[in-house]
């Protein structure tokens, strides 16, 4: 098992590593970084005295060498916009994220779950039905529609929830359903395949056969090998959940690291959109790195992956 994780590890640190590289060099590749600094109205002189300024005239490699070494003591540089630490400002947005993506794929796996498995034992039943049913609606209902629809009933109409903010827990309600809601069908599909394709397997037939109890066969022999591709792919969602939390962020005026993100980009804040590039990035190698070792620990088969 040690020898998996180091080997894991290695192969999460090169990705990191190569994530971060392009990253880098797809900003300076989309435009000169001086000229959106200094407007499309400064004349020559003033681009060339802020390319000088910020080192852009140095070769792009040199550049990196200098971001990256800064980033690994998590200096991230200045602002351009806020002029503020980048490094403060995302401590400062992240705990809003953290917490709205946590609560976001728990609500996910608690709901998707649970009627993933209900449905494969009951399949063609109404719950399998009404499962299928939020299936589809999850995939076609976009985001900011429902969560639009959140706020004119549960807030203005019914008055239960706040409709925007995160100065309390009620606050994030509405947000983690909508952002839950969104990832539920991927997991309720996959947990439901899963299960239909183990309980056909022979060790569930001889193990009811030998007068095991239903339970015991479901949850610990079915279910343990029907949730490792879920693992798998909660973790995915969760990386994606906190890097693609901006339009929840926006609806519900929740100014975490997404609506960051967001202003930082329409303002030209290269070295904040840099920054935040490689902290979802590392998001989604640390989570598809637990995710393995979760995978290694259910299934010791894929210890000699």
Known sequence: MLRFILKRLGLALLVALTVSFISFSLLFLAGDPAIAIAGESANAKDIQAIRELYGFDRPMLVQYADWL???LRFDFGQSY????PVADLIAERLSVTMTLG???ILFALLTAVPLGVIAAIRPNSLIDRIALFL???GQAMPSFWFGLILIVVFAIQLGWLPASGASSWQHFIMPTVVLGYYAMPAIMRLTR?????VLSADYIRTARAKGAPEGRVLFKHALRNAIIPVVSLAAVQMGFMLGGSIVVES???????GYLAWESIGR???PTVQALILVFAL???VFTFLADVLNAWLDPRMRSA
């Open 268 to 270: 030209n804040d290269l």
């Open 81 to 84: 916009y806020f002029k503020l």
């Open 135 to 137: 299936s589809v609606a």
């Open 102 to 104: 946590v609560c976001g």
């Open 283 to 285: 998001f989604y190698i």
């Open 193 to 197: 395949a899963g299960m239909l394709e």
């Open 251 to 257: 609806i519900f005026a929740l100014h975490g690291a």
């Open 69 to 71: 070494w800064n980033a």
